[in-house]
T-cell receptor
Framework: DSGVTQTPKHLITATGQRVTLRCSPR?????VYWYQQSLDQGLQFLIH???????AKGNILERFSAQQFPDLHSELNLSSLELGDSALYFC?????????????FGNGTRLTVT | GENVEQHPSTLSVQEGDSAVIKCTYS??????FPWYKQELGKGPQLIID?????GEKKDQRIAVTLNKTAKHFSLHITETQPEDSAVYFC????????????FGKGTTLSVSS
C-alpha cells in the first residue's frame, strides 16, 4: 500500500459531461502529481502541485484543471468529456517538489466516457 | 523538454533467465532515473532508482546501470520468476523547476515457468 488514496476507482460517464477525481497524498508529502495512462501513450504527465501551488504543467488539455487544497488533497476536474479522454488517471505524491525523489502512486481512477 | 525512449515494448523470458530493459533520454540535465513496476489493476511502484553521480546500483536480483555520456540507462533482472511478470517503466527527471518525471512507454515482461 503506497499510502496514496484515489477515489473513485471507476467512473463511467457520457460525452460532454464533467467529472472530478480526488487524491489524498501520503501523510507528510507536499507534492501531488497527476498522470494520464492510456494504452498507446504510457504515463503522460498532466500537472504538479506543491503545497497548494501549481509548479509544473505537462500535456494537460484546457478542458482539464486541478487544484490542491490546504489539507493537501488534490482534485482533477475534467470537463466537456470526449471519448478520447477514457483512460486511467493516476495521482502520485512525494515529499519534495523538484521531481528528484520517489513518487508514490495511487491505484488510479479508471474513466470510461461513452 | 525531456524525452524518454524505452525498449523493448514486450519481453518474454523463461523462468531463471535474465531480462534487460533499456532506456535513453534526451535532456543532459536529467539526474534522477527511477524504475517502476506496474501490476495489473495497480499503480506503478518504485523498484529501484539511480542518480547521476552513480554508475550502477543493485538490490538483490535487480540492478540498474547508467551511462551519462551516452544518455542511456538499463534495468537488469536476474533469475527471473513468474511474479516478475508486469509492466516496467523507466523515467527521467531534469531536476529543474517546472518539470516532473517523464516516463518511457513501458515494457511488458512475461516470465514463463
Amino acid at each position: 500500500d503506497s499510502g496514496v488514496t484515489q477515489t473513485p476507482k471507476h467512473l463511467i460517464t457520457a460525452t460532454g459531461q464533467r467529472v472530478t477525481l480526488r487524491c489524498s497524498p501520503r501523510s507528510g508529502d507536499l507534492s501531488v502529481y497527476w498522470y494520464q495512462q492510456s494504452l498507446d501513450q504510457g504515463l503522460q504527465f498532466l500537472i504538479h502541485y506543491y503545497n497548494g501551488e501549481e509548479r509544473a504543467k505537462g500535456n494537460i488539455l484546457e478542458r482539464f484543471s486541478a487544484q490542491q487544497f490546504p489539507d493537501l488533497h488534490s482534485e482533477l476536474n475534467l470537463s466537456s468529456l470526449e471519448l478520447g479522454d477514457s483512460a486511467l488517471y493516476f495521482c502520485a505524491s512525494s515529499v519534495e517538489g523538484r521531481g528528484v525523489s520517489p513518487l508514490h502512486f495511487g491505484n488510479g481512477t479508471r474513466l470510461t466516457v461513452t | 523538454g525531456e524525452n524518454v525512449e524505452q525498449h523493448p515494448s514486450t519481453l518474454s523470458v523463461q523462468e531463471g533467465d535474465s531480462a534487460v530493459i533499456k532506456c535513453t533520454y534526451s535532456d543532459s540535465a536529467s539526474n534522477y532515473f527511477p524504475w517502476y513496476k506496474q501490476e495489473l489493476g495497480k499503480g506503478p511502484q518504485l523498484i529501484i532508482d539511480i542518480r547521476s553521480n552513480v554508475g550502477e546500483k543493485k538490490d538483490q536480483r535487480i540492478a540498474v546501470t547508467l551511462n551519462k555520456t551516452a544518455k542511456h540507462f538499463s534495468l537488469h533482472i536476474t533469475e527471473t520468476q513468474p511474479e516478475d511478470s508486469a509492466v516496467y517503466f523507466c523515467a527521467a527527471s531534469p531536476n529543474q523547476a517546472g518539470t516532473a518525471l517523464i516516463f518511457g512507454k513501458g515494457t511488458t515482461l512475461s516470465v514463463s515457468s
